[in-house]
Nanobody, 127 residues
Framework: QVQLVESGGGLVQAGGSLRLSCKASGRTFSSVAVGWFRQAPGKEREFVAAISWSSGNTYYADSVKGQFTISRDNAKNTVYLQMNSLKPEDTAVYYC????????????????????WGQGTQVTVSS
């Protein structure tokens, strides 16, 4: 089992910034990457960004390229999502999730491939 806990969500005005954190624990050796997903009311949970623990390679949804930055601190087993220039359409519950071995990193945009999830943190962007 891999446990993940998100933090850093809250209220922010349009144009502002937030940094989300995802702390992993437990059987972290069974995690090869961490992804961020978000779900707005009435919408499906969508991929935002992901990062590989070993290489640090990053992956982004087209909608957030140039706006969000994902990073990791391996010594702290923590992944961060820096969100800049926030817009009301970024309002959602943000989840982090663990990607297991066996699929290959080409498939980490598929939420069904992740096996452990955090409880989510609410991000609300006001206009």
């Amino acid at each position: 089992q891999v446990q993940l806990v998100e933090s850093g969500g809250g209220l922010v005005q349009a144009g502002g910034s937030l940094r989300l954190s995802c702390k992993a624990s437990g059987r972290t050796f069974s995690s090869v990457a961490v992804g961020w997903f978000r779900q707005a009311p009435g919408k499906e949970r969508e991929f935002v960004a992901a990062i590989s623990w070993s290489s640090g390679n990053t992956y982004y949804a087209d909608s957030v390229k140039g706006q969000f930055t994902i990073s990791r601190d391996n010594a702290k087993n923590t992944v961060y999502l820096q969100m800049n220039s926030l817009k009301p359409e970024d309002t959602a519950v943000y989840y982090c999730a663990s990607y297991p071995p066996g699929y290959g990193l080409a498939y980490l945009r598929q939420r069904s491939n992740y096996n452990y999830w955090g409880q989510g943190t609410q991000v609300t962007v006001s206009s």
